[in-house]
Protein backbone atom coordinates (compact mmCIF):
# COMPACT_ATOMS: atom_id res chain seq x y z
CA UNK A 1 0.00 0.00 0.00
CA UNK A 2 0.76 3.71 -0.51
CA UNK A 3 0.24 6.18 2.41
CA UNK A 4 1.01 9.65 2.30
CA UNK A 5 -0.48 13.02 3.43
CA UNK A 6 -2.13 15.03 0.38
CA UNK A 7 -2.61 18.41 2.66
CA UNK A 8 -2.26 20.62 -0.45
CA UNK A 9 -4.67 18.54 -2.75
CA UNK A 10 -6.97 17.45 0.06
CA UNK A 11 -7.12 19.68 2.72
CA UNK A 12 -10.82 18.77 3.73
CA UNK A 13 -9.91 15.29 4.73
CA UNK A 14 -8.43 14.03 7.59
CA UNK A 15 -4.65 12.76 7.81
CA UNK A 16 -5.43 9.44 9.04
CA UNK A 17 -7.66 8.44 5.95
CA UNK A 18 -5.14 9.67 3.28
CA UNK A 19 -3.74 5.77 3.05
CA UNK A 20 -4.67 4.90 -0.63
CA UNK A 21 -4.09 0.82 -0.99
CA UNK A 22 -3.30 -0.12 -4.29
CA UNK A 23 -3.40 -3.92 -5.21
CA UNK A 24 -2.35 -5.69 -7.80
CA UNK A 25 -4.89 -8.43 -10.13
CA UNK A 26 -5.28 -10.68 -12.58
CA UNK A 27 -1.55 -11.07 -13.32
CA UNK A 28 -0.86 -7.34 -13.47
CA UNK A 29 -3.81 -6.63 -16.08
CA UNK A 30 -6.28 -4.91 -12.92
CA UNK A 31 -5.07 -2.66 -10.35
CA UNK A 32 -7.61 -1.84 -7.64
CA UNK A 33 -7.14 1.96 -5.92
CA UNK A 34 -8.81 2.31 -2.71
CA UNK A 35 -9.11 4.67 0.48
CA UNK A 36 -10.03 1.61 2.81
CA UNK A 37 -12.28 2.89 5.95
CA UNK A 38 -12.93 5.83 4.61
CA UNK A 39 -15.46 7.04 7.47
CA UNK A 40 -17.17 4.43 9.89
CA UNK A 41 -20.67 4.35 10.28
CA UNK A 42 -21.76 3.73 13.55
CA UNK A 43 -25.52 2.43 15.29
CA UNK A 44 -25.90 6.18 15.81
CA UNK A 45 -25.87 7.07 11.97
CA UNK A 46 -28.71 7.08 9.90
CA UNK A 47 -27.83 4.20 7.41
CA UNK A 48 -30.34 5.12 4.70
CA UNK A 49 -29.10 8.29 4.65
CA UNK A 50 -25.48 7.04 4.34
CA UNK A 51 -26.83 4.63 1.70
CA UNK A 52 -28.80 7.48 -0.47
CA UNK A 53 -25.65 9.87 -0.13
CA UNK A 54 -23.30 7.37 -0.95
CA UNK A 55 -25.95 6.19 -3.99
CA UNK A 56 -25.69 9.93 -4.87
CA UNK A 57 -21.79 10.11 -5.20
CA UNK A 58 -21.45 6.61 -7.31
CA UNK A 59 -23.26 7.87 -9.72
CA UNK A 60 -21.74 11.50 -9.79
CA UNK A 61 -17.85 10.57 -10.00
CA UNK A 62 -16.24 9.69 -12.80
CA UNK A 63 -13.78 7.40 -11.69
CA UNK A 64 -14.62 6.73 -7.84
CA UNK A 65 -16.93 4.96 -6.25
CA UNK A 66 -18.02 4.23 -2.86
CA UNK A 67 -19.47 1.28 -0.87
CA UNK A 68 -20.44 0.58 2.61
CA UNK A 69 -19.84 -2.77 4.55
CA UNK A 70 -22.49 -3.12 7.51
CA UNK A 71 -21.17 -5.37 9.48
CA UNK A 72 -18.04 -3.33 10.62
CA UNK A 73 -19.44 0.54 9.05
CA UNK A 74 -16.63 0.54 6.96
CA UNK A 75 -17.16 3.13 4.20
CA UNK A 76 -14.47 2.70 1.46
CA UNK A 77 -13.82 4.44 -2.17
CA UNK A 78 -12.92 2.51 -5.13
CA UNK A 79 -11.20 2.86 -8.49
CA UNK A 80 -10.48 0.05 -11.23
CA UNK A 81 -7.88 0.14 -13.60
CA UNK A 82 -7.72 -2.41 -16.28
CA UNK A 83 -4.80 -2.38 -18.11
CA UNK A 84 -5.35 -6.02 -19.89
CA UNK A 85 -1.95 -5.86 -21.80
CA UNK A 86 -0.59 -2.98 -21.28
CA UNK A 87 1.63 -0.95 -18.63
CA UNK A 88 0.42 1.32 -16.01
CA UNK A 89 1.89 5.53 -16.85
CA UNK A 90 3.08 7.84 -14.43
CA UNK A 91 -0.13 9.86 -16.00
CA UNK A 92 -2.34 6.98 -15.18
CA UNK A 93 -0.90 6.39 -11.81
CA UNK A 94 -1.18 10.16 -11.21
CA UNK A 95 -4.76 10.81 -12.42
CA UNK A 96 -6.13 7.29 -10.22
CA UNK A 97 -4.29 8.66 -7.02
CA UNK A 98 -5.37 11.99 -6.87
CA UNK A 99 -8.80 11.30 -8.35
CA UNK A 100 -9.07 9.51 -5.08
CA UNK A 101 -8.16 12.06 -3.21
CA UNK A 102 -10.03 14.71 -4.33
CA UNK A 103 -13.12 13.00 -4.75
CA UNK A 104 -12.75 12.12 -1.15
CA UNK A 105 -11.36 15.64 -0.34
CA UNK A 106 -14.74 17.36 -2.12
CA UNK A 107 -17.17 15.56 -0.29
CA UNK A 108 -15.71 15.60 3.53
CA UNK A 109 -18.00 18.26 4.73
CA UNK A 110 -21.17 16.73 3.66
CA UNK A 111 -19.57 13.41 5.35
CA UNK A 112 -18.88 15.01 8.10
CA UNK A 113 -22.93 16.50 8.45
CA UNK A 114 -24.12 13.23 7.67
CA UNK A 115 -21.64 11.00 9.67
CA UNK A 116 -21.98 13.84 12.60
CA UNK A 117 -18.34 14.21 12.73
CA UNK A 118 -16.28 17.66 14.71
CA UNK A 119 -14.97 19.81 12.30
CA UNK A 120 -11.41 19.14 13.74
CA UNK A 121 -11.25 15.67 12.54
CA UNK A 122 -9.45 17.92 9.64
CA UNK A 123 -6.74 18.92 11.66
CA UNK A 124 -3.38 19.05 9.86
CA UNK A 125 -0.61 16.31 10.77
CA UNK A 126 1.84 17.24 13.67
CA UNK A 127 -1.02 19.18 15.51
CA UNK A 128 -1.39 16.11 17.69
CA UNK A 129 -1.93 12.34 17.39
CA UNK A 130 -2.78 12.15 13.44
CA UNK A 131 -1.01 8.49 13.24
CA UNK A 132 1.70 10.15 11.10
CA UNK A 133 4.34 7.11 11.23
CA UNK A 134 7.40 9.52 9.82
CA UNK A 135 7.53 7.23 6.99
CA UNK A 136 5.67 10.10 4.13
CA UNK A 137 7.43 10.30 0.77
CA UNK A 138 6.11 12.49 -1.95
CA UNK A 139 3.87 12.21 -4.27
CA UNK A 140 6.26 12.12 -7.01
CA UNK A 141 8.61 9.51 -4.86
CA UNK A 142 5.32 7.33 -4.25
CA UNK A 143 4.92 7.28 -7.88
CA UNK A 144 8.35 6.44 -8.88
CA UNK A 145 8.47 3.45 -6.19
CA UNK A 146 5.36 2.20 -7.51
CA UNK A 147 6.47 1.94 -10.74
CA UNK A 148 9.28 0.31 -9.76
CA UNK A 149 7.31 -2.28 -8.29
CA UNK A 150 5.15 -2.80 -11.64
CA UNK A 151 8.02 -3.12 -13.85
CA UNK A 152 8.80 -5.78 -11.44
CA UNK A 153 5.46 -7.44 -11.72
CA UNK A 154 5.54 -7.26 -15.87
CA UNK A 155 8.92 -8.93 -15.71
CA UNK A 156 7.95 -12.26 -13.57
CA UNK A 157 4.37 -12.72 -15.48
Not at 37 to 54: A, E, G, H, K, S
Not at 122 to 144: A, H, N, V, Y
Amino acid sequence: YINFHQIKAAPNIPPKITHISISVHENGELLLFSIPWLYTVTPVNDNTRVLQFINHLNRQLKLATHSFDPQDGEIRMMAELALEDGKLTHTQLARYTMALMHAADNHAVEWREILGLPDDVDDPPGSGDDGDDGDDKSKEELIGLFGKFLDDVYENR
